[in-house]
């Protein structure tokens, strides 16, 4: 087998940024819920909202400090592996990705200092500031980095000279044509990603009988919040979906493993979808329901995979046929239990339903799962280029790449990967274990007065372990 | 978008500069510490050691990712031929870097793999170092272009030249270490950051020597910046005062001076990016393409300049704040113990 460096590029930078998306997509959500119970705190005065904000802000100093250093990676890898894509976008992306460094860099040098380590040394309206300044951070972060990947997605604003990308209306290029769309989805994606992880800690407490007060008031008020961001991500996907249309036809029939243009197209709930016969095997569908889901009308036209010359369609379609659908799949499992939630509430048996709970803690890690086939789903879908339709992924590749080269350097990534991140895992985990109750018996010898150091110390009670 | 009319290579030049010059600096204070590390006599040294640059580190080194990103939005055509060219010393930098950031905090709470984490920190600051120091001797010797784009192979950014200049960084990083320690030490410990110190400086020096002679020899166009009438008259005080700094570094390093040695260290390592820079100015992808052939498109410049201008100051009034907060001798009570 010889090796491609253009395939294992895009197997490396699938690998690193993968892994690293897991924590913004943890991060933001939590940046915001520790705003929220800061401000609870500071407006009710109820101590509580204090204990359990303390609680997570030690999670998120571990997962932030993950995805530094995890984020470090991301750019060199568009210099290493991308420069051709580098040379002829950069004077497009290069300042939408420079913004973001610079609002992550700001947010790390300010605020997250004095949300970390600053309790006891500003008073109470100023760490609550604090908390809100990080979760503005970490969403313009965000604002940024969906930008920049919209723009490759629906590229707008430019003129192409020589060959290379030029900015000619930079509102154009920030705000692209499926940017609103993909910020909204995306928001709401890490919000539930989030709230899914803090339910799913909270019923284990709740079934454990520990920590039951912080438990309850942590899963009552998730709960409130899914039952809002859940149903709102099915309209918001709906739009994404009719934006996708819309300016990625090929995308969406990838999607939909839909290879003949044709009215009342049928939903295909499974399928094995077959590039060298172009069709599907096994395909089990409904009729016309693809058609009102795609296009809002029984009778609508979609576009087949037909329609573009072999080398135009995106490449594995399995990817984002079956991305699309473990996402869908998982979405509807979350909507299955906020309603049952709100069922379980109304009976006032919320938080005595061990079979539910144990359904929560299961379901914890589902919002990562379904984040990371959306991720799938979108990039793969953009294949076969990196800039939509203009540049191709195979000359965006750095040329002076062998297949060798990329293969040392992504068995590299895999070794050092495989031991931080369960390594991370498993001090989250420690940190879950121990509980919110911690915090208030704890004197905190360590942390007082240690701004910029996101990684956090654990005020554990292991003290002969220290030293 | 009207195109502004004033050429703002040189801010970006300017910029970038002084961007890149603070990231040597402060990330080579804290990776020189990280070498030392691995010659500190027992764990409570290996602690105070640590904790001298536990609170800092973490935003020393994202001037390197704000550098990367600058380097690629101001003067896209020098990232896309130099970070390939650099292809595997830049992978080994990350590599050890990631082992190397996540040992502060694992270290300390996995205490059964203590020794593991011990010997991350010390050779994933040596490691990142020397691909640094690579990845400066590659810069020098300059790259095989076709067109817009590198075109040479991946292994050939090491030659001879750049494995030296590894080395010289590896000691360089360790001076200003050693300066640090100082600064944040004392008694035995500041005695043994002064020992280290003084080897360390031997070793900085050899390396300049090197390469100064060696860069002349092997570019034409260097010798001919330095050595032409009249500029000859006009950059001979560069190793003029570089030889003076040395020798008051020398001589700081071996009486009681508590900041000397740090202040040394750091003119040492401007007057050699000074050096540099003269070499190839106005060069960004030497022998190849000046600054102004490499720069984005005026708009691009223009629309990142403004948010530059305005969030930069705020980031180094932030950045020093931190620093004031942790001045003075650093503890046993704070941080990792």
Known sequence: MSLDPLVLSRIQFAWVIGWHFLLPAFTVGLASFIAVLEGLNLFTGREIYLRISSFWIKIFAVSFGMGVVSGIVMPFQIGTNWSRYSDAAADVVGPLLAYEGLVAFFLEAAFLGVLLFGRKLVPPWAHFVAALMVAFGTLFSTFWILSTNSWMQTPAGYAIVDGRFVPKDWLQIIFSPSFPYRLAHVVDAVYITTGFVVVGVAASYLRQRRFVEEARTMLSMTLWLLTVLVPLQFLLGDAHGLNTLEHQPAKLAAIEAIWNTHSDVELNLFAIPDEKAETDRYAIAIPELGSLILTHDLHGTVHGLKDWPANERPSPIIVPFFGFRIMVGIAVIMLAMVVTSLWLRWRGELFHTDWFLWCCTLASPLGFVAVLAGWATTEVGRQPWTVYGLLRTADSVSPSLTGFDVAVSLAGYCVVYLVMFPAGLALMIRIIRLGPAEESTEPEPIESGRPAQPVQALPSTETGQRR | MTQPVIDLVPAWTLVLGVGVFLYVLLDGFDLGVGILY??????????????????IWDGNETWLVLGGLALMAAFPLAFAIIIPAVYFP??????????????????????EHRTFWDHAFNYGSIIGAFAQGVVLGAFIQGFQTEGRHFAGGSFDCFTPFSLLTGVALVFGYSLLGAGWLILKTQGTLQDWARALGRRALIGVLVGIALVSLWTPFAKPQIAERWFSWPDIVIFAPVPIVTVLIAYWEWRSLNNRSEAAPFIGAVLLFVMSYLGIAISLFPLIVPYKFTLWDAASSPSTQAFFLVGTVFLLPIILMYTGWSYWVFRGKVRGDLGYH
Do not use: K, T
């Not at chain 2, 930098?93 to 709470?109: H, K, N, S, T």
């Open chain 2, 38 to 55: 691995g010659f500190a006599a027992d764990r409570d040294s290996r602690n105070l050691v640590m904790n001298s640059i536990a609170p």
């Open chain 2, 90 to 111: 830049i992978l080994v930098m990350l590599l050890a870097l990631i082992f190397r950031g996540v040992a502060f905090e694992f270290r300390y709470r996995d205490a």
